[in-house]
């Protein structure tokens, strides 16, 4: 390539998004360089750009956001992976430190020196050209739509939270939030052997998006437990296991509640307010585990990969909306405010 500058989406502040040029990136020994075409918006973008802070992380300069994209790959620096040019790949945002013993066991996710893109100060993907860990490219099969290389991110965090999960052959599976994570985890764990899957939301539209793709869904205000029965014992015949995508305590209690003794609870979505109200004598009392899950290690992006290729899930479905790079910031408004959109896309449109 012969150009010097390539165009970013840079967060200033909240609400504050601008398109600037800045100095195309050269890839350093072991990285390599992807035109970027599609980068999915998370709930972690959203907050960023509505709030500049998303829990802990506060957004002290400005920085480019997006973390779930999917491009070609147009360089490579010394030692890198040999990629052809042109190969599609999906990108894995962390960055851990690969020395520690957590990354030398795999768990990567748990690395304590680990930066992920897009969370500042670590600029992101919101831009034509990024340069990537040459480690952390996950090439995608000639077949696959680069827009569903976009949702390989999330969906790996679907294929940990299974993972994690522990999920036996026939569960009966409960996943609280229908949100995007909540769909896909939903359909790793139906792909993965479960039973049954049911899929609770608050939000009507999205039971209705769930039952179009085949899951059994109720409201999850019909999940609520009865307060005079808070101290009987959970019913036998309730689920094997809840995975809770939806961010929300009250939603995790309404699963635990709604576990047979001795199910399994899994925190996926992150908790957006501290859970002080668990049952936990209550929980003793069934024998009920709790497991949390944390983005993905070793394994989950191939295998997010093999699951979208084999066509037994559609990541693609939960597109509902997409822009270009230049209209990002109506892309952010949009995700942040239209309760009908499940995964808004951007297309920066880095060139080969
Ligand atoms: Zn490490």
């Known amino acids: 390539m012969d150009r010097t500058t390539h165009r970013a989406a840079v967060l200033h502040g909240p609400k504050d998004l601008r398109i600037e040029d800045r100095p ?9 360089l992807v035109a970027v075409r599609a980068v999915g918006l998370r709930g972690s973008d959203l907050h960023y ?41 999906a990108v894995e945002p962390a960055h851990p430190c690969g020395r520690c013993a957590l990354c030398r066991a795999g768990r990567y996710n748990l690395c304590p020196l680990g930066t992920c893109f897009g969370s500042p100060p670590t600029d992101g993907a919101l831009a034509e050209y990024v340069c990537v860990p040459g480690d952390f490219v996950h090439p995608l099969p000639a077949t696959m739509d680069i827009r569903l290389g976009a949702l390989v991110e999330p969906l790996a965090v679907a294929v940990h939270a299974v993972r994690r999960s522990g999920l036996q052959p026939g569960a009966r599976v409960l996943v609280t939030g229908a949100g995007p ?37 109720v409201d999850a205000a019909d ?26 305590g009250p939603a995790l209690v309404s699963g635990i509640r709604a576990l047979r003794p001795g199910g399994t609870a899994v925190v996926v979505g992150n908790p957006n307010r501290p859970l002080t109200d668990l049952p936990l004598a209550w929980m003793q009392r069934q024998e009920l585990s709790l497991v949390t899950s944390f983005r993905y290690a070793a394994g989950d992006f191939p295998a997010a990969v093999r699951l979208a290729a084999s066509g037994r899930i559609q990541p693609a479905e939960l597109v509902t909306a997409v822009f270009p790079l230049e209209r990002a910031a109506e892309a952010l408004d949009t995700a942040l405010t239209d309760r009908t959109q499940l995964k808004v896309l951007i297309e920066p449109g880095g060139e080969v």
Request: proline share 9%.
């Open 223 to 248: 999940l609520t437990p009865d307060p005079e029965r808070a101290h009987a014992l959970a019913d036998p015949d309730g689920y094997d296991l809840v995975l809770d995508c939806s961010g929300v």
């Open 49 to 89: 750009y509505a709030h500049g802070e998303n829990g802990p992380n506060v957004l002290r300069q400005p920085t480019v956001p997006g973390h779930e994209p999917a491009g070609v790959v147009v360089g490579r620096g010394a030692g890198a992976v040999d990629l052809p040019h042109g190969t599609a790949v």
């Open 24 to 32: 195309l990136p050269e890839p350093t020994a072991g990285e390599v």
């Open 181 to 217: 994570i909540g769909v896909l985890v939903a359909q790793v764990a139906a792909a993965s052997g479960a039973g049954s899957v049911t899929v609770s939301d608050v939000a009507a539209a999205r039971r209705e998006f769930a039952a179009r793709h085949g899951m059994a869904t």
